[in-house]
């Protein structure tokens, strides 16, 4: 069974340009879940899929991203414009349901100079 | 919303000692207590977890302690070997509350020396 896939896996932009980054969840897995880790940070939560609904987005930063995940399936996540300090690596992660395990993906690490 | 605070943040041993590390939280109503394991340029991976209604659970070399009256479970690492070097984070949250995510704590640097 595939894991949870992520595209792509590293990207450098430059500042002011335009990211999207793709999640792939499992298949079947209704949850869907953004995390990112900047500057060796902790893992912050940006926000939960339920299906094709957002079922929480408090951790989203700003409103420079947009998240979608049309059909339920598979998610993006958009940066515009993108700052340096968007720099890091995000995770996407995806689960059956709320209670149980999370399966990440190996992340994207974005690069904004 | 949920604090978590992960203690050591750097932890260095030698092989085959054990390795400790502990993990507070604030919200009295998380009941799902995880820890991930990151290898370096790695996926976060679950490597145990607990419920609200057990007090330890072990699996081979790695168990895990809760004490919820104060707020806090531990990871413990037995016998500690080289591939257990990582860094370790622990996710306390909430299932079916109004919180379905995972809050991290800032992770805790294992170096194991050979």
């Known amino acids: 069974e595939a894991g949870v896939t992520q595209f792509p896996s590293h990207s450098v932009i430059e500042k002011g340009q335009t990211v999207t980054l793709r999640c792939d969840p499992i298949s079947g897995h209704d949850n869907l879940y953004w995390y990112r880790r900047v500057m060796g940070k902790e893992i912050k939560f940006l926000l939960h899929?339920?299906?094709?609904?957002?079922?929480?987005e408090s951790g989203m930063p700003n409103n420079r991203f947009l998240a979608e995940r049309t059909g339920g399936t598979y998610s993006t996540l958009k940066v515009q414009p993108a700052e340096l300090e968007d720099s890091g690596v995000y995770f996407c992660a995806s689960s059956l349901t709320e209670n149980t395990e999370a399966f990440f993906g190996q992340g994207t690490r974005l690069t904004v100079v | 919303g949920e604090n978590v605070e992960q203690h050591p943040s750097t932890l260095s041993v030698q092989e085959g000692d054990s390795a400790v590390i502990k993990c507070t939280y604030s919200d009295s109503a998380s009941n799902y207590f995880p820890w991930y394991k990151q290898e370096l340029g790695k996926r976060p991976q679950l490597i145990i977890d607990?419920?609200?209604?057990?007090g330890e659970k072990k699996d081979q070399r790695i168990a895990v302690t809760l004490n919820k009256t104060a707020k806090h479970f531990s990871l413990h690492i037995t016998e500690t070997q080289p591939e257990d070097s990582a860094v370790y984070f622990c996710?306390?949250?909430?299932?079916?509350?109004?919180?379905?995510?995972?809050?991290f704590g800032k992770g805790t640097k294992l170096s194991v020396k050979p």
């Open positions: 607990i419920r609200s209604n057990v």
């Open positions: 899929f339920v299906k094709e609904s957002k079922q929480d």
């Open positions: 996710a306390p949250s909430n299932y079916g509350g109004s919180q379905g995510n995972l809050i």
